[in-house]
């Protein structure tokens, strides 16, 4: 099976710092429906790694390949379409777009891939029934409470069945009821669809989860 992403020695200089590292050598080849836990120190560079990973900022060494085609050669705009259609984000701090209703936040994948019009409905009913904000698609965000900021995030990140979802911390504002479900939708996106799971979290029941384990450090990463 050909890897879905390859990591190869991705270094990351400290911001205004150009003579220390925040991370060096991170390599890792991930397969389609691949679940890896990331774990590490607050601080030590997992969202920066994730936001290398979808092309929201740049490495300052090493290599990157997603389906076999080198990420180091595209433009921002090839990186911004190919995120757009292949990858989903849950952001740590979740990104809701103020301006839009939940349910246009969960919309706006599906939306900006053109996918078609009549399946969005029911593909957002269903996520938001499973996530159990049902009720919560005519709110705004900022009306929310974090965990339905944060379960809206998850939904907007699988919405339109990527390749590769990121998702940073992704259970943190939840209880654990809540965690879970987020989790078993994750890993049946993996299941059913045959995404690739990056998972950043600092919760071992979380991490528990995943098909693998791995320690990020300033060296790279390390099996747990
Ligand atoms: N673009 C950047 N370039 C270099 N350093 C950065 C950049 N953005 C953030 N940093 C710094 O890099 C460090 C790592 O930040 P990052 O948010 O990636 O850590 P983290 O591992 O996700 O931590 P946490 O577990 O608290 O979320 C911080 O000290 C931060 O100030
Ligand atoms: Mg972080």
Do not use: C, Y
């Not at 120190?41 to 490495?59: F, M």
């Not at 246009?104 to 269903?126: F, K, Q, S, V, Y």
């Not at 965990?147 to 339109?160: C, I, L, N, T």
């Amino acid at each position: 099976m050909t890897a879905l992403l390859v990591l190869d020695h991705l270094a990351k200089r400290l911001a205004g710092d150009s003579e220390r590292w925040l991370f060096r050598a991170a390599s890792l080849s991930l397969a389609p429906a691949d679940f890896v836990a990331i774990m590490g120190e607050s601080g030590v560079g997992k969202s920066t790694l994730l936001h290398i990973i979808a092309g929201l900022e740049r490495p300052d060494a090493g290599h990157m390949t997603f389906r076999d085609q080198s990420l180091d050669l595209l433009d921002d705009d090839a990186r911004t379409l190919l995120r757009r259609r292949h990858m989903g984000f849950v952001f740590q701090a979740f990104h809701l777009i103020p301006q839009l209703t939940v349910e246009e936040n969960i919309a706006l994948p599906w939306r900006l891939n053109a996918l078609p019009r009549h399946d969005m409905r029911p593909r957002i009913g269903t996520l938001a029934e499973r996530l159990g904000i049902s009720k919560r698609l005519s709110a705004w965000p900022r009306e929310l409470s974090g965990g339905e900021m944060q379960r809206v995030a998850v939904a907007r990140a699988v919405v339109h069945r990527p390749a590769l979802i990121l998702a940073d911390e992704p259970t943190g504002s939840l209880d654990a009821e809540s965690a879970e479900t987020v989790l078993d939708l994750l890993r049946e996106s993996g299941e059913a669809e045959g995404a690739a799971i990056l998972l950043v979290t600092h919760s071992p029941t979380a991490a528990g989860r995943a098909r693998r384990r791995l320690r990020f450090d300033a060296q790279g990463f390390h099996p747990l």
